[in-house]
Nanobody, 119 residues
Framework: VQLQASGGGLVQAGGSLRLSCAAS????????MGWYRQAPGKQRELVAR???????NYADSVKGRFTISRDNAKNTVYLQMNSLKPEDTAVYYC??????????????WGQGTQVTVSS
C-alpha cells in the first residue's frame, strides 16, 4: 500500500492550494484519512482528518480556512486550503488507516509535499 501526495507549491499570502493524496495497492477499505504538517524546527501536527463516513475535525489554526474531503471510490483525500498565511508554510503529509487485502489494519504515511506561503 502506498500514499501519493501532490499539489504543494509556492503561493502568496491570501492565496489557495489544493492537496491530493491517493492510496493504492492491495486495499480492502480505508478508515480515517488525514493531513499533518511539519514546519522547520517544529513537531508534526494534525491539520485535519476525515472518517470513512465523512466526519471531520480540524486544528483550531485552520478552521474556517481549510476543508478536508475524500472520494472513497478513488481512495483519495483532499485538502482545500484557502486564505493561506505564512505560518501555514510546512511540509504536508497525508496519513491513513488502511485495511489491506489480508484484513490487517495498518497506518500509512505519504511522502510529504512542500507548501510555502510568501508574505
Amino acid at each position: 500500500v502506498q500514499l501519493q501526495a501532490s499539489g504543494g507549491g509556492l503561493v502568496q499570502a491570501g492565496g489557495s492550494l489544493r492537496l491530493s493524496c491517493a492510496a493504492s495497492g492491495s486495499i480492502f477499505s480505508i478508515n480515517v484519512m488525514g493531513w499533518y504538517r511539519q514546519a522547520p524546527g517544529k513537531q508534526r501536527e494534525l491539520v485535519a482528518r476525515i472518517t470513512s463516513g465523512g466526519n471531520t475535525n480540524y486544528a483550531d489554526s485552520v478552521k474556517g480556512r481549510f476543508t478536508i474531503s475524500r472520494d472513497n471510490a478513488k481512495n483519495t483525500v483532499y485538502l482545500q486550503m484557502n486564505s493561506l498565511k505564512p505560518e501555514d508554510t510546512a511540509v504536508y503529509y497525508c496519513n491513513a488507516d488502511i485495511y489491506g487485502s489480508d484484513l490487517y489494519l495498518s497506518n500509512y504515511w505519504g511522502q510529504g509535499t512542500q507548501v510555502t506561503v510568501s508574505s
